[in-house]
Nanobody
Framework: QVQLVESGGGLVQPGGSLRLSCAAS????????MRWYRQAPGKQRDLVAR???????NYADSVKGRFTTSRDNAKHTVYLQMNSLQPEDTAVYYC???????????WGQGTQVTVSS
């Protein structure tokens, strides 16, 4: 079973950047499809980005061109680089691991991202 620990959230001004990290332990990280979700107050948790074991990526339309996800299988870590952040990007961000790209095997604890002047 994989365990996930996130880091890198915080407060940033509109137009700024943050990089989130999600470190995995306890299983063979390279076999997992990794996903990033976010949940704003009072809203559902939405998929933001996805990266396969081979490095293929997909993004929600709302973040395409601004967010980039990558992974370092040697370090068992997945990243979410967020640029041109806007107040509507404010949310708790979660990483998730899935072996079959369907059911979630593990969630990170979540990290708060706040975009405000």
């Amino acid at each position: 079973q994989v365990q996930l620990v996130e880091s890198g959230g915080g407060l940033v001004q509109p137009g700024g950047s943050l990089r989130l990290s999600c470190a995995a332990s306890g299983s063979i990280f390279s076999r997992y499809v990794m996903r990033w979700y976010r949940q704003a107050p009072g809203k559902q948790r939405d998929l933001v980005a996805r990266i396969t074991s081979g490095g293929r990526t997909n993004y929600a339309d709302s973040v395409k061109g601004r967010f980039t996800t990558s992974r370092d299988n040697a370090k068992h870590t997945v990243y979410l680089q967020m640029n041109s952040l806007q107040p509507e990007d404010t949310a708790v961000y979660y990483c998730a691991a899935t072996r079959d790209d369907w059911l979630i095997d593990a969630w990170g604890q979540g990290t708060q991202v706040t975009v405000s002047s």
